[in-house]
């Protein structure tokens, strides 16, 4: 499906019927295929809006000026718009968590509901990865996965996106090497890769820490247990500041808790959608 918005082509996954809900993919330099088929749990009672922001997947990449998150909390806004959304959850996934962040203090109670899923609320919050490196595997796989994340700010094709991802992905991951992390390597080779989005996105300034008291519709803060991205202290700093939110911590899952423990996942997200529609 192909939106116009604000003078942009959005290209989307749509997938159910039902309440709306504008999924934000992770990355950067993903697209909204990779919330499938996990979210398709969901598709039975939710009309699923998976976006390719600006500069990812198979949406406009002509502008790179604009690929910062103040726009595509912008875009995400103008996407509902165009819509005629009158009423919607919005619901982002690592990168998408700060762009669903961004969405809600600049424009608060456009959305109905909120999830963050293995979100932070500040640049400054992967501070942490040199440190959290010198423990994480084997010398040889540690390694890997460190210059996978090197290689990542000068990819040229799509296919050393792919690659640049499919060697971090262990780190990820609770399980490295498991049955998960080979069903998303899987997956994940027909995303329509940005490269680009590496070389020109602006990401550096985010931080929202100071304005999560004015998010006052209800907040789902959902994260893995032994995420080692965006580490669980991180979304109970989100969750603490926000007077409705709700934090959620998924046993035995790393960065990608709906691919890792997708039962426990959707359970809370599920039940919590069916009681935050009640208020």
């Known amino acids: 499906m192909i939106v116009e ?9 749509e997938r159910g019927e039902g309440q709306p809900v504008i999924l934000i993919h992770p990355g950067p330099g993903l697209d909204g295929s990779v919330f499938f088929p ?22 406009d990449r002509k502008e790179p000026a604009d690929w910062t998150v103040q726009k595509w909390a912008r875009d995400a806004k103008g996407l509902a718009e165009s819509l005629g ?18 969405h809600a203090v600049d424009f608060p109670g456009h959305a109905a509901r909120l999830v ?3 979100g932070v609320a500040h640049s400054g919050a992967f501070d942490h990865l ?10 040889e796989l ?17 296919e050393e996106c792919h690659a640049a991802w499919a060697e971090q992905m262990p780190f990820f991951m609770a399980e490295p090497d498991g049955a998960a992390q080979i069903e998303l390597e899987k997956l994940w080779r027909s995303v329509a890769y940005s490269p680009e989005i590496h070389r020109h996105g602006s990401f550096g ?4 820490r100071a304005q999560l008291q ?3 519709v209800p907040a789902l803060v959902i994260t893995g247990a032994e995420d080692r991205i965006t580490r669980p202290e991180e979304s109970r700093a989100i969750a603490g500041p926000m007077p409705n939110a709700h934090l959620e911590i998924v046993e035995g899952a790393g960065h990608f808790p709906f691919a890792e423990q997708p039962d426990s996942y959707f359970s809370a997200l599920r039940g919590w959608l069916d009681q935050s529609s009640q208020l």
């Open 130 to 139: 040199d440190h959290t490196f010198e423990s994480f595997g084997t010398p």
């Open 38 to 59: 996990w979210f398709e749990r969901l598709e039975q009672s939710h009309r699923l809006l998976a976006v390719d922001l600006p500069g990812n997947g198979r949406s």
């Open 205 to 208: 300034d985010f931080d929202v």
């Open 85 to 102: 959304l009158e009423t919607y959850t919005l619901l982002g996934h690592s990168f998408g968590a700060r762009v669903a962040l961004q």
């Open 214 to 216: 004015v998010i006052k």
């Open 142 to 158: 540690r390694r890997s996965v460190e210059r996978a994340f090197e290689r990542e700010e000068t990819v040229q094709t799509p």
């Open 116 to 118: 963050i899923s293995g």
């Open 5 to 13: 918005s604000d003078g942009v082509t959005l290209h989307l996954h």
